[in-house]
């Protein structure tokens, strides 16, 4: 159980938007455990989620459901999973900002309808859903959650007059923003994906049947190879009559999200197309190249610098170090210094080697900055231990407005690169030198696909409207 | 944490027809902890369902819930109550027959829809629930449980159209069959009960605001007064104008659930105008007129069967004797003896004192038997201690129909009364003798209001119209 | 999970004297599955202690314990108990007054010394505790709990020179107080008394071997029947060669503790000849002989004054009735009022039945007052109900002074018979009547045994002599 | 919640010889929160162990413990912190082979003896133990666990007449073996070191007080700096006289455990003159001049392998590539695939990045091979993945021999390395090239210090005498 965001720290909440990064999976393998195959799946997806997690089940007659709060290895029992039987299984994680009483937002969502039986497990966030529920609330539609899940369930069982594949298309041209979805029947395994193509969703094969999941090192996981990635605008759907696509929406300028190259992926996924320790390795060098400074030592933030760290010590001929360790166990439960005791939060999570930095000039290599409020104690760290000098280099643009697309960003008020200058950040964190990757130059990586991005967190091109939410407080529910 | 129903093992299940025996509870208090005063209402209750409990509370603007698989204390903890800080509530206890997965069954529920915002507490079974359902999903509802509840708020959205009396009066009309119900709104308390009355309802009056509840026993828990039971037909509205009460349908011949008095209510509840504790006592005494028999001492079987067998002997004049301990600790994670201990199992739960047994004859008082799978081993017991004769008087009629009303009775191919004799059941559980209170005995102990019960699990007379449910399995939800 | 002690609540602490009321069970059943055995047993005897629970298992060879914090049932799970296998077994319940980090304090204890292994569970209280302590540290043992049990193994230990019934023997000698131990060895399975005999120990007989236990009613649940009671002085060995008994100190004068007799035990047992029940029906008679009384009914405070309440009743002609019902689920994590719902404190708990009570003259009787500040609260609850006349009767003299036996009894300072005439006392509690049964009355009860028993804490009449503990705070563990 | 030994899989169990690798922290800080400082400190040496942690805190006059099973952050809440309040701490993590019955061996351990109160935290291994204790146990001495802080504290026990400073050197001279001991009085810490220094122990400044730790990266976390390793031979008393050193025994040749640098302690902290992360560095260095190989790419097993690897790549010339991801979140809970999914079992773990390996020809760097269960695993997950050549570069010796001084190596006959030649264990892994760092290479890294170290598991000069234990059945506690 460790922290996963070094710059955004788990307790910014938003409970006026709930808006997570979550992680999808689903499989179709007839004589498989497909309970346990999704429980290694999601594990491998854990990083995308680490509230809640949950599994679905058809056996081509019923659907079974089990989810809770926690971790995936702290859901499931052993007991639990052999009693989710099928041959189809979806399952899902969830990063949240919210307390007990959400566990009824917890995924799949499980739902009966006039046509039968329909699980649903969603990574991403509707632009209209504010707009669609009202809708459907006049039509008489009642909601127990805040979920966009819901609501796009209500919107399929609209429609739904006896031909699925008819709904999920009308479904798709009713609901805005992102989605990745994984939809479990009795019978069918679904996958459908926003025409924009915002939230990553790939499609892997088994011997003996099909995968989709978030991220494609998730395939490895239960032994299936990554066939392509679900298109945007693709709705996909697997059952006894084998692999069926629909390319419902023609997809338009796709916009896939960069962040997940940035930060949220695993280093070993490939994501429409490039692999992303590859990918964070080039933002190394991008940044070696736009920041060509005299130091000593290159040295990452641990976890998620390392890479670019690297590609920028590759390139700058700088050699690279580990010059902080980060501890692994922090938890939920861990108990945090006291005010007296401030100067110590940092230290328990990351510990620098004197041996490595005394007396040197440093590149500390991250990935990006929020709110601006950690990087100032790690830069004092390393200057407690007789740094000379510290470069901070991040392998993204500044960020300077919120995300709508299903990431949790701070709103714009919080973001520090909203708010000052370059040199105000540099001078704040105590740095004696800050260089942000240029959008450009991230662009340029993915060559003849720059195009395909969604950069809306640094530049405000946001690719579909948004309509803010403006619900009044009536409707709360908690 | 004990077991409640000596002949109703817990370990029966239906998972084709999941109907609970349920307590629900609801507060219009204004100024006082509403949260803390519903918890220990739900306390009061907890013998109506030890699954789980929940607590909706509102404040005049929003609706906050809270609920969780177990006993209320279990459930709740200090601060969790804490943060549910309103003016009115409502609260839930449920037992039911099921695994982990149905915590989605847990209640209250608590719903958005066009008209705002709704949370509901149930207590009964809808006898035309399939078909309601039916006719919603075909207007496009989804369902995410198999309670009751959902269709009846789903019932409410549906004709609910600005004016809340009105779509409660409609709604009261649509939904036939078993129910007494609490529901909150955001600045309401609800009240609402069959026209039948099959499931007790009743009002109280605080200092500062109103109290409804299953049982009379959960008012001065909270400190308040009985006023009166809600009307069978009857809607009670209370909010800052007052309560307001409206008697939507004529009560039809009235229907009270008889069990409520043989076993279920608490005795020092009083229900539709009738003392249990009184009741119970009656019972005994007709036992008495009608099985006059020669024995020794009078012994209930605890502690269901400790009221009548008082009364048992007050008429006869036999002694009455506590020859049966009941041991109070048995918890759900209790340990079962295993096959090979399996004369284990009721000395376990009973534990006879040979000091008031050995040499007597012996009249033992229980309220029912069910599938019969019991009795035979705790006569056995009482033989092992040199009783003499062994009389079973029991202060219900033989059980030969199932209930539709919100009783889980076991269906009727279980119920050794559907199959067997008297005579046979006697032979079988190896009593000298065995005497069921007579139907006209037990209707008699009500005098004018002999009249107004359902007696349909002992003479099939089903006041109101059952529709079995024959749902397909591709609905089937987990 | 109920309070067990109407008159003694839970929260009193004496950090200074760790003294508590506890259950010991011992099985020796070649070829049963004693560990499951023992588990009965102290769900038998999980009245004398809540607060941990404990077996040991031997097979011949090894010895295996698994204790911990809670009911037996929550103490142990299937695998655990599947997991100690063997033919002997002994098991500990323990009843105490403190927290977390007593878990040291859990019996049975396990040790190796130079002659094996030993297990031992205890219930009792040493009067030269602290002067062994000091002559073993002294020798340069080591203590890590502040047990009574880890003293006596040492004790066994300095003297155990290879003969285990010698060192058995020396330690009776030198150990004094109150003792009921059961102990463990690879092989054998020892039972102990002290010479006085205060703590019930009683021996039982299985098809295929043997059980000790600190009440009969525990013999029953294991299918074993009452032998006979372990003699004060005696130390029974139990092995594949058969028991052996060994007389090892002449009985003084008998001091058996009358409060088992008054409150402790279950009704269902028989402790040194008298069944608990019956002497509490007797108790109830003699009351009734004592204070001839005016009144319309007699009720119990329940549980514990039932019995007594109905010979009351018996011997004076006045009806029996049930006018309180007592809520069995109050557990450890329930939720106590705040204090501006101070009144519901006792609603919670105890419930009246009006239409019994109303109008009424009634005679309430309860086992003890120790305190005295809960009985004013029943009696203002009564008058809500519109009793006339309460009429206090106890089944025990007044309670004057500590116990140093192995109860936990309130210092001197709080029992409030120390301190208040029985007419204060009957003032403060609102009663129009208080009768404590008297002494004599007590103790002709048992007829021709009526020496045999400990009165201390009515008269002060200390059988065994008492050294106050004086230990200094350096030594003090947590 | 990781695994931390690569090639020593947690289900290895010694029953016969719990040996443990453990992690010790002691605190004298008056005016500071010893016990949250102590809750940093042991947090930090969480990888030392993972299956119990305790805490001990004196505040001049009384001595509070609290322990338990599981990480440091599930052992302890805030309000357990806060009740742990002093001057003076110690702590302890420990790592361990067993089952819950062991929670009678976590520590610190408590006792209270002829003296006072003492506690105490223990890292390593007595060889002499068995024979201690057939001394300590023929003298009347009693023991509840397994563990050598038991007997330690019972020999302190025995040679404590008034003068601590006498019996510990006493002490110090009885004991053989391997033991780093940090111990807690009322009022002082102490800490002592075996005379070969075996395990490490350093001491360290703060601003009002010291501290002691395993490693000195636990310094860091609290805010202390590094003053020195403790002395082989020597005790540091720390009280409110300051900090007195005894040098008790002459430091014999130094036998450092150089598993430390190898695997077990954090890259950040220095051991005995030398910085972890720098020394497996070169341990990277040498292997690639003992192994010079054309290779494409130079891949760790992360994490211990990270540092050898680099250096390699340094030394080489052959890039250093991240081509196989680990999950971080492998806990105590997770479910192991079944036997058909066996091939999952490592891919769960460790996933290969197929962009970086494919078509390579690669060097995998680990620390070790211990049983060699693993490693066949891993390099056919890379051939899955189109490496060409695998060599796998090891940075420590092959094991031979069993380890007794503290650390949970195999029994012999399991150590792969002890059976087969290298050429052998390289086919059995399916690698090309195999090559284990020389003994004589490993050495040299030390410079003038290289004499300084314990080889015994790899050459089996073990510099203290061992005693096999051959205790019988008889004394078997569990």
Request: aromatic share 8%.
């Amino acid at each position: 159980m460790e922290r996963f965001r070094p710059g955004l720290p788990n307790d910014i909440t938003f409970p006026d938007k709930p808006r997570e990064e979550c992680g999808v999976f689903g499989i179709y393998a007839p004589g498989c455990d497909v309970a346990r195959l999704t429980y290694y799946g999601l594990y491998a997806l854990q990083h995308r989620g680490q509230e809640s997690a949950g599994i679905a089940v058809a056996d081509g007659k019923k659907v079974q459901l089990y989810k809770g709060m926690g971790l995936v290895p702290e859901v499931f029992s052993g007991d639990q999973l052999s009693q989710l039987k099928g041959n189809i299984a979806i399952g899902h994680v969830r990063y949240s900002t919210t307390g007990a009483s959400h566990a009824v937002n917890a995924q799949p969502l499980l739902f009966r309808y006039a046509e039968g039986v329909l699980a649903l497990a969603h990574n991403g966030n509707l632009t209209n859903v504010t707009e669609l529920r009202s809708q459907l609330m006049a039509g008489g539609a009642v909601f127990q959650s805040s979920t966009d899940s819901e609501v796009i369930v209500n919107v399929i069982a609209r429609s739904n007059r006896g031909d699925l594949k008819d709904a999920l298309t009308k479904c798709m041209i009713d609901i805005k923003g992102a989605y990745s979805l994984v939809i479990l029947t009795e019978d069918k395994l679904i996958a459908m994906r926003d025409p924009n193509g915002f939230r990553p969703l790939c499609l892997g094969k088994l011997d003996k049947g099909y995968v989709v999941a978030s991220e494609s090192a998730a395939l490895g996981t239960v032994g299936a190879g990554l066939l392509r990635d679900v298109e945007p605008g693709e709705i996909v759907i697997i059952d006894e009559n084998g692999l069926e696509s629909f390319q419902v929406l023609q997809p338009r300028r796709r916009s896939h999200c960069i962040f997940e190259y940035i930060y949220f992926a695993r280093p070993d996924s490939s994501i429409d197309g490039f692999n992303v320790n590859q990918v964070r390795r080039a933002m190394g060098r991008v940044l070696a190249e736009e920041y060509p400074v005299e130091a000593d030592i290159v040295i990452p933030v641990p976890d998620s610098g390392t890479a670019a760290a690297r590609g920028f010590a590759e390139r700058s001929g700088i050699p690279f170090e580990e010059g902080l360790m980060k501890n692994r166990y922090i938890g939920r439960t861990f108990i945090q210094p006291t005010q007296d005791m401030r100067d110590l939060a940092v230290r328990i999570k990351l510990s620098p080697i004197r041996e490595v930095l005394a007396g040197k000039r440093v590149v500390m290599v991250d990935d990006s900055i929020v709110r601006g409020t950690t990087s100032n104690k790690i830069v004092a760290l390393l200057r407690d231990c007789g740094v000379q000098e510290v470069h901070m280099c991040l392998s993204s643009p500044p960020i300077t407005r919120s995300c709508y697309y299903g990431i949790d960003t701070s709103n714009e008020q919080e973001l520090i690169a909203a708010k000052m200058s370059t040199e105000d950040i540099r001078r704040q964190i105590g740095a004696d030198g800050l260089h942000y990757l240029s959008l450009e130059g991230l662009l340029n990586i993915f060559g003849a696909s720059r195009d395909s991005f969604c950069t809306a967190c640094f530049d405000g091109n946001y690719p579909v409207e948004v309509v803010k939410p403006q619900e009044t407080g009536k409707y709360s529910l908690e």
